[in-house]
C-alpha cells in the first residue's frame, strides 16, 4: 500500500499550487491519500491570504486516491501543526511521507518515497527519508544512488510510526544535554547552529518541531538516507515563508532522468556528512552577510 501524503498549508496560495501541481505529475498518485492541513490566520492581516487558500482547496479535485482536508480554527504555528499532522496520519497507516507548502517534487518523488520506506522499514538503525539533498561536491563522482548521515532534514521526508511514536518533544533530558559538552559539540557537527537552536527552542525563543526531531534521530543514533539527485526542491526561500529568508544556495536540480533509485544498506557516510555541516555553515555566513549589505 502507498503511504500517505500530509502536506502542511498556511497562507502562501502561489507556492500550494505549485506544490501540488508538481505533486501531480507523480505516477503513483492514484494510489496515495493526501491530507492537507490548513493552518489558522495569525490575525487580520493574514486572514485574507488564510481564506484564499481555503477556498482553493475546498474546490481542489487532484488526482489522488483520496483527499481529506483539516482546517484548524486558530493559529497552531508550523511545529504544533506538523506534529499533531503526523501523529494524526501515521497512527492510521504507520508510515507517512511529509510535505510543506513551498516544496516542488520531482515526478517519481512518490515512488523513490514508497520505495525507501518499504526498503529501511524493518531496518531500524534507519529514522528517516530525505527526499532533498544539499548540493554538495562530493556527490560529483559519487557512485551510489543514496547516501547516509547522522542528520535528519525536513524539506520532504517520510518515516514510520514505530520511530515517530517515541519522540520526546518536551526533550525532558535537555539539562542532562547541556552539561555534556561532547555530547552538544557532536550534535551542533551535524549542522552548524543546530546546538543553539535546540537552546532557543528550550527557552521558548523558538518554535521547531525540526530541531526537536533532528536531536531524536541523534540521541538515538537513527540514520536518515539522502538520494543522490534530489527529489524535491524548495521554493520558500523568496522571503515569503515563515520561518525563510531569501536564500539561492539550497536551489537543486530534480531528478528528471526517472531512472530508478537503488536502495542499499549503507553506514554514515562521514565525508558527505562533514560536507553537509561546511554547506550549512556557509549557508549562515551568507546570510549574514546579506544582512549587512541591507544595513550599510
Partial sequence: MSAPVALFAYKRLDKLQACLNALEKNTLIGETDLFIFSDGAKGNDDAVQVNEV?????SYAGGFKKIEITESSVNRGLANSIIAGVTKVINEYGK?????????????????MNKGLDFYKDFKEYGSISAYTYALSGLDEYERDIYVTRKGECWGWATWNDRWEKVDWNVSDFKEYM?????????????NGIDKMLILQMKGKIDSWAVRWCYHLYKNQLLTV????????NIGFDGSGTHCTADDIYKVPLNEEKTECKFERLGINNRLEKE???????????????????LV
Fill in 179 to 191: 552539561r555534556n559538552r561532547k555530547r552538544r559539540k557532536e550534535f551542533d557537527s551535524l549542522q
Fill in 96 to 112: 507517512v511521507i511529509v510535505v510543506e507548502d513551498d516544496l516542488i517534487t520531482a515526478s517519481d518523488f512518490l515512488m523513490y
Fill in 276 to 294: 553537509t555541516a561546511l554547506f550549512e555553515r556557509k549557508g549562515l555566513l551568507d546570510k549574514v552577510m546579506a544582512l549587512i549589505r541591507k
Fill in 54 to 58: 481555503r477556498d482553493y482547496l475546498r
Fill in 226 to 233: 539522502y538520494p543522490k539527485i534530489s527529489r524535491v526542491n
